[in-house]
């Protein structure tokens, strides 16, 4: 599985981006994309998943309410929309996958074999 992340960006405060993961090939049930960031000087972590299985989404507590997932099953590509942005949202975005129907680790960054590149997201203040 290859992935492409695009859509970071510079934008203000209260602002709003959309980050898109293109995956190679037609996600199965098992499939599972998820995204995670990584801010200068701190640990990767989870921010939102999606499991084909069951079409279900997952947030962190940081970002529920502000940011949504969608996907386009025809493209193989998971969106995630960013909602009233703020500077500690700042961050490198990284998409991640794994086809191997996980839900209890989906949290974990070690559950995901395959990475994209990561796409810069700054929120200025």
């Known amino acids: 599985v290859q992935l492409q992340a695009s859509g970071g960006g510079l934008v203000q405060a209260g602002g709003s981006l959309r980050l898109s993961c293109a995956a190679s090939?037609?996600?199965?049930?098992?499939?599972?994309m998820a995204w995670f960031r990584q801010a200068p000087g701190k640990e990767r972590e989870f921010v939102a998943a999606f499991r084909w299985s069951g079409y279900t989404s997952y947030f962190s507590d940081s970002v529920k309410g502000r940011f949504t997932i969608s996907r386009d099953n025809a493209k193989s590509t998971l969106y995630l929309q960013m909602n009233s942005l703020e500077p500690e949202d700042t961050a490198v975005y990284y998409c991640?996958?794994?086809?191997?129907?996980?839900?209890?680790?989906?949290?974990?960054?070690?559950?995901?074999?395959?990475w994209g590149q990561g796409t810069q997201v700054t929120v200025s203040s």
């Open positions: 991640a996958a794994t086809t191997r129907g996980i839900l209890s680790t989906l949290r974990m960054s070690s559950s995901y074999g395959y």
């Open positions: 090939g037609r996600p199965s049930s098992g499939f599972t």
